[in-house]
């Protein structure tokens, strides 16, 4: 299967520019011709694909913003109908649907990123892969993986999410290797395994979880208290997936878990300053924006993805030297200002992951009277509630250098409510309840 990798993954820096810069001045070609939105936006900036003669000179071109996407969503379509294949939406929307097409072009190429990402984290045709994720309402993500295995070779089991009982069961019946869930999922089949009398490190054949939906890694890149606790509980090793509908693909780490790797040849990765738009150096920390090289559907050019990250691009020990993105620190909308100190909820995340005593958790930020922001934690507890609170407490100042505001005892049943009171497909742990300024 080694040849499912890329030869642009070990290509040197300068033949990555070289490579991207040609892409990218066919991919303008294909928007100035095609999208309504972007041939109207770089006019009115005094653009034409024409005066992006190098890397740099991209830095002309303005962002788009989410809100355009949704705004001016059929406007983004750069494809007949009759080319169309897939239609899937942002995920996270409320109202109308920020619809996503894909040609076949652009699905085939999909199926193939997602091959390359599962051959560099070692799944092979030994492995039997349980999909415990979405397949439907508009969210491919089950979809895709699905054709990739199966072109690898791999065994596939899509169960799908929920039923956490019947997977238990499904995973011990055909010697389950590998799974993809969120990470909450394998505490529930835990629990699940428990109740059957089976010990997770012991009764199955797991060997590798891939997780989406919540980091399992610090800023520097170390294994966060989540992470720890999976492998601690089922005796596996754990892979961080990050990936967005906008994006139409997804990243995974190696077997060398350095970051995630990208994909040069399909996506130009940038990192800016959220207040000024300036790009930032690899290393920095900084706004995530985007821009396909290869689409044919819903291409989008310098995409403010809105998520704070930072981008490496020393070569991987696994001997590939594509860029790889690091560990989310939060959203650019997310910051919250507690007396001076900047704070992002993943840090805050962290912080509880760290405590071995905290069950789920809500964290929400609040504007008090005097119009400060402040954070409000609910959570459930596993030991003595004071003794829980004051190592929270000692825990969130140490990662997020502030103090939480309120802490407070909430019911499973009750964090289950909130977390998908929104009809989210995953749990949304962070509410945003400020005031907005006007």
Not at 399 to 406: G, Q, V
Request: net charge neutral; glycine share 8%.
């Amino acid at each position: 299967m080694a040849n499912i990798l890329s030869e642009f993954e070990t290509m040197g820096r300068e033949a990555i520019a070289a490579m991207q810069l040609q892409r990218l001045k066919r991919q303008l070609d294909h928007v100035w011709a095609n999208s309504p939105f972007y041939r109207r936006k770089l006019g009115e900036a005094g653009l034409c694909p024409a005066d992006i003669a190098t890397l740099d000179d991209f830095e002309r071109v303005p962002f788009t913003t989410k809100s355009e996407l949704r705004d001016y969503n059929d406007e983004f379509f750069t494809a007949e109908n009759k080319r169309i294949v897939d239609i899937g939406a942002s995920a996270g929307t409320t109202g109308r649907h920020v619809l996503l097409r894909a040609s076949n072009q652009d699905w085939e190429d999909l199926i193939r990123l997602k091959m390359r990402y599962l051959v560099g984290a070692g799944i092979d045709d030994e492995d039997v892969f349980q999909i415990a994720a979405a397949f439907g309402q508009l969210f491919s993500l089950g979809t895709p993986i699905d054709d990739a295995l199966k072109r690898l070779g791999v065994t596939v089991v899509r169960t799908g999410p929920g039923n956490a009982r019947g997977q238990v069961e499904i995973m011990r019946r055909v010697g389950t290797t590998v799974i993809l869930c969120t990470p909450d999922f394998m505490f529930l089949l835990a629990e699940e395994a428990r109740k059957l009398g089976l010990d997770p490190r012991l009764d199955f054949n797991l060997r590798v979880g891939i997780f989406f939906g919540q980091s399992l890694h610090t800023q520097d890149w170390r294994p966060n208290g989540l992470n720890r606790r999976i492998q601690a509980l089922w005796g596996i090793d754990t892979f961080s997936m990050y990936g967005t509908m906008e994006m139409l693909t997804a990243f995974v780490e190696c077997r060398h878990h350095t970051g995630h790797h990208v994909y040069p040849d399909r996506l130009l990765l940038e990192v800016i300053d959220p207040e000024t738009g300036a790009r930032l150096p690899p290393g920095e920390t900084g706004e995530l924006v985007f821009t396909h090289l290869i689409r044919e559907a819903t291409p989008l050019v310098r995409f403010r993805q809105g998520d704070v990250t930072r981008i490496e691009i020393e070569p991987c020990a696994c001997g590939r030297t594509t860029p790889r993105m690091m560990a989310v620190l939060g959203r650019v909308d997310q910051m919250i200002k507690i007396k001076g100190t900047s704070v992002y909820p993943q840090q805050v995340e962290e912080a509880l992951q760290e405590v071995a005593a905290v069950g789920a958790y809500v964290i929400e930020a609040f504007t008090d009277k005097r119009g400060m922001d402040r954070i409000r934690i609910m959570l459930t507890t596993e030991g003595p509630q004071d003794t829980v609170f004051r190592e929270v407490r000692t825990a969130v100042k140490a990662k997020a250098r502030i103090m939480p505001d309120l802490i407070e005892p909430i019911t499973q049943e009750e964090v289950t409510r909130i977390w998908f009171s929104r009809g989210t497909r995953k749990p949304k742990r962070f509410w945003d309840k400020r005031k907005k300024a006007g």
